[in-house]
């Protein structure tokens, strides 16, 4: 029976329709829902108030971000339901698997020791485009104790609250960043091999995947910024290294090569490439190879628009794909 007790569950989204139906409609009626807005236009605000969770529409004169999203949707519900051990966050285009929050809890009980654990997650329809199975794949990561969760996950609210949450300016990569911190606070994270969420990426343009890499690419750039700032090692160093070389790296190589030894030197740049979507073409087909080749490209894209705001002093909002 898939009755904790002592759980709550914040919820995000904007404009997921149908999909947050199904989001809000897997959650079990006696858990606690908080559902926060990121400015839907799509009737997501009054479905979630007839499903009873508790609203919270984010200020659009402040930037939105999940962190920024999480954050307000944590504080409302320990407001509204004080007595909360354990919160599940889940993105509204996501559907919680039965029985794991019970699931979920039972492991957090045993091991005292655990901040966050989450489980499985997969995609809902990974044969109805190339990106999507791109997204079911992503997804497949071992089990066992992790470094960090994804946005789906159960954690102790005592250790949010030592941890004083995610941080809101982050546009991705913020599971990672706030679990940084709490195991650095001694917490640990874990990964079980149960199933814990369905998600539907719903992707099925070219435009899609790129501002996802686009995203990603920002993220590693403000998250390396933030994280190399408190001592340890800093998070996605080698995710940076890798996007700036086989993109502005390759093309220095190729700049110092036609000076050194002629305009045939500006071959080493193609040759490069095509060597690295070889050896990727090996890894996952020729598709995966030239669209993680590629993908590179969008998150050095990424990466400059970060250096680009923190130049300018700009808080920059999330970056949607869909």
Known sequence: MDKPAKIGV?????????????????????VPVAYVDSGSTDGSVDFARSRGAQVVELDMGSPFTAARARNAGLDTILQRWSGLEYIQFVDGDCELEQGWLAVAQQFLVSEPSVAAVCGRRRERYPERSFYNRLCDAEWNTPIGEADACGGDALFRADALAQARGYDSELIAG???????????MGWRIWRIDSPMTIHDADMHRVRQWWMR?????????QVWQKT???????????????????????????????????????????????IQLARLSRRGGAAWGGHMLAGKAAE??????????RIRRRNHGAIFYK
């Not at 599971?175 to 195991?183: F, Q």
């Not at 890499?213 to 750039?221: C, I, K, L, M």
């Not at 050095?300 to 705001?309: D, E, L, Q, S």
């Open 10 to 30: 914040v919820a995000i989204g904007r404009n997921e329709g149908e999909r947050l139906r199904t989001c809000l409609g897997s959650i079990p009626g006696d």
């Open 174 to 184: 913020e599971e990672p960043e706030l679990c940084h911190r709490l195991r650095g």
């Open 213 to 221: 890499s686009v995203r990603s690419g920002f993220g590693y750039a």
């Open 228 to 274: 190399r700032r408190t001592g340890g090692r800093a998070l996605y160093g080698r995710q940076l290294v890798s996007a700036l070389f086989w993109t502005m790296g390759v093309a220095l190589v190729a700049i110092l090569s036609a000076i050194a030894f002629g305009p045939l030197g500006l071959i080493a740049a193609p040759l490069l490439w095509v």
């Open 300 to 309: 050095t894209f990424g990466i400059m628009r970060y250096a680009a705001a």
